[in-house]
């Protein structure tokens, strides 16, 4: 609306072409406040999101790294729990083989103690033999070949039947 048309006295025309640019100032002031306020508003709006987004990242990379922690943890129980069975598995394998060396070890020595006992026997019967056996005299210089058949024909008896007698001995003669 004009108000050169209408006869307004001049001071009233100054007053309300004063509040129309005034009212006017204020609609734009309105707006670029509204303008201003609704940026702020999207910025605020933005950052307060962003700062969640992080927040809800960091929350997950706290979770991840905590599930990692418990994997790890579990991966490196395990080996150890490998690692104590492959060790027991290695001892019993170790005490196998000591057990086996054992075995052969006292077979051997059994081997030796019935050898010398054998030999021993052997020494004895041998003694017994040179105790009981007595060389007739006439087989003592035998030099005729009668008496020297004579003479091992009676060596012979003597001995199978000192042999006969030996055997109906008990072992620990």
Known sequence: MEFKD?????D?????????????????SKAIIGVITIA??????????????????????????????????????????????????QLALEQERTRQKQMELDFRQRQIDTQLAAQEEARRKEAAWDKHYKKPAMCVNASR?????????????ARQKFEASWAMKPASN
Do not use: W
């Open 6 to 10: 209408l006869e307004i006295p001049p």
């Open 40 to 89: 702020l508003g999207v910025y605020i709006g933005n950052f307060l999101y962003t700062k969640y987004v992080i927040y809800e990242a960091g929350k997950a990379l706290e979770q991840f790294n905590a599930q990692m922690a418990a994997e790890t943890r579990q991966m490196q129980a395990r080996m150890a729990e490998k690692a104590e069975r492959e060790r027991q598995y």
């Open 12 to 28: 009233l025309a100054v007053s309300l072409e004063r509040q129309r640019q005034q009212h006017e100032t204020s609609l734009l």
């Open 145 to 157: 070949q009668s008496v020297m058949v004579e003479c091992g024909n009676d060596y012979i008896r």
